[in-house]
């Protein structure tokens, strides 16, 4: 598809180890370290326009969310470009259920517009990079998809949901979310969600998820593993 | 359309070994890769890359991506469809453009070799993996086997080891191959038990994998089945080129990196390179090598090579 810009992916090494382990090793209280902040400094200036970023957490069993709202904070004071919004979903049921909140933490990344991009869980690991990248892209308007896959993409009449099972060690996750969400982007009628399968053993159950990445369409249709741009379209289009 | 110096295919440890020295030989490059990072990234851990002590292929590859991004080399993760030769010059045809380059350098490396056996495929992503780092985690407490016998597969087994219950590897031969590091490391850890001289034959279960069978007629009962039978040169435009191939289906190439093709040049776990050897450090090393042929191939027809040793 046409991009605009050529993500900068650098320096995230340091940031990866950390948010595997979930904390600032000298700071136990920060997750992302000074250098961690620099590197994400370099890839934040790529941003175009605002991104609001809505956290929803609950006070009640959630194992990740007071990480995920640390490095959301740490993430919102980089860039006078990004602000957070925090809701508990016990107090704010309205909200949850207006983007159809069915895990916490959970992150929806709201940008230009609202292109449709929600992360279950700690984004960390390999994980943290998509987030960043949604999070780039979304400042953006909406890119137009041109070729074959562009003409794909404009016939889909129905909305599709496209959730992507991932954990954070896994290499090819990031790529399979970067795709859906690259078509959220430029298409209104995907969605794309983003579960941390280690997080969410149950939610991940329901769905009979023994592998990631596994993508499935619309509650129905079901793949294991990484597919390529065409592969991706050419299931959303038969599952709209 | 610009015209490139060179196109490289491939964006694993020998394609961004290659791009940081076309860009340190100010060469006019682009790499070509559907995965920057490449198969490496899937390794748990390394232990053998001078420099680094012990580290996780994605974190080594994220160093390697991280040193490309200081260099104006720019990256295309895209599909490459085919090469074809036109005038002087190769086009690269991709999804919705082409590349045109005076030389190539393939370096698209190997793909996983596949278990083949009834069940394999019915049961991907359903008790049968190939990525040991992406799913152990779902065999948290329960009985798994891991099928082959290099460092991949001794590897694996460890990390399976650190969650599941009980892990078999089932090995072709009568003694494991690789590094004795991780050979000692297998044997000597209560959850590992080696089942030698064992081919699996059929891959078990309803919905989900319940078991393998093997050639002898054995069933072991296991929850998952992780396949590390080594890999499959993963050629790219070879026939349309004319590039020479061993029997086994790697680009043969001379010490140069060059291959029977003019102006194309090959790297990586893709040739018959290094002595067969096929390692992170060898590859980017091929790279390497390729880079400085090129260079030197477009000065000697400038006429201004540099007088060599």
């Known amino acids: 598809m046409e991009t605009k810009i050529k993500l900068m992916i650098v320096g995230l090494l340091l940031v990866g180890t950390l948010l595997l382990a979930g904390c600032n090793e000298s700071n136990p209280d920060k997750v992302l370290s000074e250098s961690d902040k620099a590197e994400i400094n370099k890839i934040l200036v790529n941003m175009d326009g605002n991104v609001e970023l809505l956290l929803f957490t609950s006070q009640n069993g959630c194992f990740s969310c007071s990480k995920t709202e640390t490095l959301l904070k740490e993430l919102d004071q980089l860039s006078n470009k990004i602000s957070l919004k925090t809701y508990d979903v016990d107090k704010n049921k309205d909200i949850a259920t207006k983007y159809n909140i069915e895990l916490v933490p959970a992150i929806v990344v709201i940008g230009k517009e609202d292109y449709g991009i929600k992360h279950y869980g700690f984004p960390g690991g390999k994980e943290f990079n998509p987030l960043l990248e949604a999070i780039i892209y979304s400042s953006m308007s909406r890119p137009t998809v041109t070729g074959d896959l562009g003409k794909k993409i404009n016939s889909i009449k129905s909305p599709v949901e496209v959730k992507i099972f991932v954990t954070p060690t896994c290499p090819s996750c990031p790529d399979m979310v970067r795709i859906a969400s690259s078509y959220s982007i430029a298409s209104d009628k995907i969605s794309t969600v983003t579960i941390m399968s280690n997080e969410f053993e149950e939610y991940s159950k329901k769905y009979k998820i023994t592998a990631v990445p596994t993508t499935v369409l619309n509650e129905t249709f079901k793949k294991e593993g990484l597919m390529d741009e065409e592969s991706f379209v050419n299931y959303v289009v038969v599952s709209s | ?159 399976l080891a650190s969650m599941a219950e009980k892990v078999y590897i089932i090995y072709r031969r009568d003694k494991l191959r690789g590094e004795l590091i991780w050979i000692d490391r297998v044997i000597t850890n209560p959850k590992i038990e080696v089942l030698y001289n064992s081919t699996v034959t059929e891959v078990l279960g309803n919905e989900f994998v319940e078991g393998v069978k093997l050639e002898d007629g054995r069933i072991i009962k296991v929850d998952g089945v992780f396949v590390e039978i080594g890999s499959i040169p993963e050629c790219c435009c070879t026939n349309e080129l004319g590039v020479k191939l061993s029997e086994k289906g790697y680009i043969i190439v001379d010490s140069t990196q060059k291959t029977n093709i003019d102006r194309v040049y090959a790297a990586g776990d893709v040739t018959t390179g290094s002595n067969g050897f096929q390692q992170i450090l060898t590859a980017a090393s091929e790279g390497v090598v390729a880079i400085k042929s090129i260079f030197d191939d477009i000065e000697r027809s400038k006429g201004t090579l540099w007088k060599q040793k």
């Open chain 2, 1 to 159: 359309m610009d015209v490139y110096d060179v196109a490289i295919i491939g964006g694993g440890p020998a394609g961004i070994s290659a791009g940081i020295y076309a860009a340190r030989f100010k060469l006019n490059a682009i790499i070509i890769s559907n995965s920057l990072g490449g198969t490496a990234q899937s390794a748990h851990l390394i232990e053998n890359y001078p420099g680094f002590g012990a580290v996780s292929g994605f974190e080594l590859m994220q160093k390697f991506r991280e040193h490309l991004n200081l260099f104006e080399i720019p990256v295309l993760e895209k599909h490459v469809h085919s090469v074809s030769k036109e005038n002087d010059n190769f086009i690269i045809k991709l999804n919705e453009q082409d590349v045109k380059a005076k030389y190539i350098l393939i370096a698209t490396g190997t793909k996983r070799r596949k278990l083949g056996v009834p069940g394999d495929a019915k049961f991907y992503g359903k008790g049968v993996s190939y990525c040991v780092t992406c799913d152990a985690f779902f065999y948290r407490g329960k009985t798994v086997a891991v099928v082959g016998g290099s460092d991949a597969a001794n590897m694996g087994a460890i990390l």
